[in-house]
């Protein structure tokens, strides 16, 4: 069963700073990995999807990087800002016949980046 | 907004009762899924439709009941819950049955049951 675990689990930082969230996954046969931003009591929005093919994938100031045969993922932040504060959520989706469509996720990481 | 929107946004019912949540997509998806969210636990899949035929029924129980009329829309009929079963609940939806192109999320119907 794929399990998905992301460190740390909460994450407090001054306002400028660079910052890596970890994602690791127990089974290395996926079809892709995406990571999330969810602001409090609301839904997700995608903010970058890797194929399992694909090394990394980079918006503005987000790299996501995947080692798939490790079993992990970074998300790296570049300059933080107030506003990047959320929870963020590592997922995945596991290759082949029946499990398309599935994703599995961490339980997130809460950032706080500080004025 | 996301082009998935659900409704409502927040729902409280007695156990009793019986509610339904909306989800809609003109996105021109082809797949639609219902997530739980509770509180300390990740999210976990509950339903998937793909052309409108459910291909998944993640051991749900049956006082969830989906329904998927087009591939626009999505509803999650509830009776008789129980108070665990207050969460956020979200609906995604993709271009086909995987995520090829990626998911998109609604914005979550939080559910307190009482």
């Known amino acids: 069963k794929q399990e998905v675990t992301q460190i740390p689990a909460a994450l407090s930082v001054p306002e400028g700073e660079n910052l890596v969230l970890n994602c690791s996954f127990t089974?290395?046969?996926?079809?892709?990995l995406q990571w999330f931003r969810q602001d409090p009591g609301k839904g997700l929005t995608s903010l970058l999807l890797?194929?399992?093919?694909?090394r990394e994938q980079t918006s503005g100031r987000l790299n996501a990087s995947l080692d798939k045969s490790s079993g992990r993922s970074t998300l790296y932040i570049a300059a933080s800002q107030p506003g990047d504060s959320a929870t963020y959520l590592c997922?995945?989706?596991?290759?082949?016949?029946?499990?398309?469509?599935?994703?599995?996720f961490g339980q997130g990481t809460i950032l706080t980046v500080h004025p | 907004e996301t082009g998935v929107t659900q409704t409502p946004r927040h729902l409280v019912m007695g156990m009793t009762n019986k509610k339904s949540l909306k989800c809609e997509q003109h996105?021109?998806?082809?797949?639609m899924y219902w997530y739980k969210q509770s509180a300390k636990k990740p999210l976990e899949l509950m339903f998937v439709?793909?052309?409108?035929?459910?291909?998944e029924n993640n051991s749900v129980p049956s006082r969830f009941s989906p329904e998927c009329p087009n591939s626009s829309h999505l509803f999650l009929h509830l009776h008789t819950l129980q108070p665990e079963d207050s969460a956020l609940y979200l609906c995604?939806?993709?271009?086909?049955?995987?995520?090829?192109?990626?998911?998109?999320f609604g914005s979550g119907t939080r559910l307190t049951v009482v």
């Open positions: 995604a939806s993709s271009q086909d049955g995987g995520g090829h192109y990626g998911y998109t």
């Open positions: 089974d290395s046969a996926i079809y892709n």
């Open positions: 890797i194929q399992s093919s694909q």
């Open positions: 997922a995945v989706e596991e290759a082949g016949g029946t499990s398309y469509g599935k994703l599995t």
């Open positions: 996105l021109g998806h082809n797949a």
């Open positions: 439709y793909n052309f409108k035929e459910q291909t």
